[in-house]
């Protein structure tokens, strides 16, 4: 598989995408962005307003959010994968529906066969749910575990700093362990592409 031509597949089969009701109301979808060889993935919830608008993961408030936090660690966005668990946006910014993470999973789980990151950090609940489905983000985030030969960072969505502001603390000092993490991860067992999505907690150990 080349990568990069895999990842141009998908958002071409993402921006034609009809197989929930998302895309009766979107603008543009959003597939996601970054480097083919990204040692780091991104994974958020949803596209928002400007997301929408401009057909690109986290360019509003949070986005901005997300590259000091990522200049505090010595990183750029260009050198990060960017994506969400659904890739359009929701009515009014509601939560994502089941059926509708259901529909865009298997463009998730083919970017991220393509990247192959040695991290992936999720960034709220929702994206969370996929590695840690019985878990509360107030009591894992920033706990690095090995799911499947990755290892997985739990974190706080960019945006629920924003909203609060005493999170914001916590959100960059969950940031500034990346660099060691990603260092700690290469020398983790490469992880089976053909392997299934995680199924619960039993699958995952503590780094």
Do not use: W
């Not at 990522?70 to 966005?77: D, E, N, S, T, W």
Request: with cysteine; aromatic share 6%.
């Amino acid at each position: 598989m080349n990568p990069e031509l895999e990842l141009e597949t998908i958002a071409r089969e993402v921006a034609e995408c009809r197989a929930c009701r998302l895309h009766e109301a979107r603008k543009r979808a959003v597939p996601g962005e970054g480097p083919p060889n990204a040692a780091i993935m991104f994974i958020g919830e949803a596209p928002g307003f400007h997301e929408n608008e401009q057909g690109r993961p986290f360019v509003g408030a949070a986005g901005r959010f997300l590259e000091e936090l990522l200049a505090g660690i010595g990183m750029r966005r260009d050198q990060v994968f960017i994506c969400n668990v659904i890739k359009c946006r929701p009515p009014g910014n509601r939560d994502p529906q089941a059926d509708e993470m259901a529909a865009c999973a298997p463009y998730l789980e083919r970017q991220i066969a393509a990247v192959d990151p040695r991290v992936i950090v999720t960034l709220g609940r929702f994206s969370m749910a996929r590695y840690f489905p019985n878990a509360r983000i107030s009591r894992i985030h920033g706990q690095a575990r090995v799911v499947d030969g990755r290892l997985v960072v739990p974190m706080y969505h960019p945006a629920a700093a924003l909203h609060q502001p005493a999170l914001r603390s916590v959100v960059e000092a969950d940031f500034a362990k990346l660099p060691d993490r990603v260092a700690k991860a290469r020398s983790l067992e490469p992880p089976d592409s053909e392997a299934a999505p995680p199924s619960g907690a039993e699958q995952l150990s503590l780094f």
